[in-house]
């Protein structure tokens, strides 16, 4: 985003890496997020009681995720539709109003992942994959 809007690519390469890469982590995302809630998550509820709080926190940052993804695909949209419309190219002030949701969007999974960490890595880490059925 920051390279389009110094001009450091042209409006065709944007689009493109845009597409593929937005494409790419948002599957990612939702392949994380269906493993974690349908196998992790269950088997951290069966095991540890006392963090059923945070882990609740963590899947409701999985459904504020979720409804982010709609604001971000929507500009997204936008952008890319302006962009290809568009001979010159100039999706300067759509690219400014979408960066802003996607920074919000990227602070957002940032502290999500940052919570991931706090929560179950520690947990995992007391007790062994093998307590929480996640060994080989």
Known sequence: I???LDNKLSTEIFLHQYSQ????MLKNLDSHHAVEDNYIFP???NKSKQFIYGLDLLENDHLLIHHSID???GAGNKMLTLGLGSENGNIKDELGKYKVINDKFDTLLKSHLNDEEDLLIPLVNKFGEEYFG???
């Open 2 to 4: 920051e390279y389009k």
């Open 43 to 45: 088997k951290f509820y």
């Open 71 to 73: 604001n971000v695909i």
């Open 21 to 24: 890469l937005m494409s790419l």
């Open 134 to 136: 996640l060994g080989h």
